[in-house]
């Protein structure tokens, strides 16, 4: 978390985390630790959506006057999609002068952009916001992205709808499965580094006493 000021407060981090949609998954998943829990080598011990979350609370302690999102909902499922586009939603409402540069093919990331540009092989040929470019360009690349993904999430919405009630429980999503694992192992993790951390003192009691008995 540091790693966007490292001057940051404990209550500084934890109001990140709050804004970015994270402190949640922390409370439950992370125990008594919280904040400083050891999450492994470059966030390995976080899930895709974890990671996102985190990343973008960074921005709230750096506070930068230009933020830069490269496909930062592209990695995740469609629930971990919302909780972080929420949050990224957040910044501008709560960081108020800020200018935001978002890469995306995700319609959702972009679509309240004050101006989306559209390239074609390296080309602008396209640009306004989301209703004028529907408008201005009803065969352009940007409304034929809207009319694909409008459809295949109306077809998403009406297979969960038509899923039998009586049917065995939806198999979970691979990033839950990995959460979960990565929790787990976050455990685990703590209770190897109190054996070996107990293992350390002991051996140094017994070096300590056999010293003094010679």
């Known amino acids: 978390m540091k790693f966007g000021n490292p001057d940051a ?26 904040i400083d829990t050891n999450v492994g080598q470059s966030g390995g011990q976080l899930s895709g959506g974890q990671k996102q979350r985190i990343a973008i609370a960074r921005v709230f302690t ?12 592209s990695a995740l499922d469609k629930k971990n ?4 586009q929420t949050a990224i939603d957040k910044i501008r409402k709560e960081l108020g002068d800020i200018t935001t540069i978002v890469i995306a093919h995700r319609l959702s990331t972009i679509k309240n952009a ?31 992205f809207v009319k694909q993904q409008e459809s295949a999430e109306a077809q998403a919405d009406d297979e969960d709808a038509n899923a039998d009630p009586d049917a065995s429980p939806v198999k979970q999503t ?5 959460e979960k694992s990565e929790t787990e192992g976050l455990k ?27």
């Open 9 to 34: 407060t404990d209550e500084e981090i934890t109001h990140a985390l709050e804004s970015s949609n994270a402190m949640a998954f922390i409370k439950k998943k992370m125990g008594e630790d919280g």
């Open 62 to 73: 750096k506070k930068p006057k230009i933020l830069l999102l490269d496909e930062a909902t």
């Open 81 to 84: 999609e919302k909780i972080v």
């Open 114 to 144: 004050d101006r989306i540009i559209v390239l074609n092989k390296g080309k602008l040929t396209e640009s306004g916001n989301h209703e004028s470019l529907l408008e201005d360009y009803p065969e352009g690349t940007y409304t034929k």
């Open 174 to 178: 691979e990033d839950q499965k990995r």
């Open 188 to 214: 685990r993790q703590g209770t190897e580094v109190d054996v070996n951390m107990m293992d350390k003192i002991n051996k140094q009691d017994e070096e300590y006493e056999k010293g003094v008995k010679d």
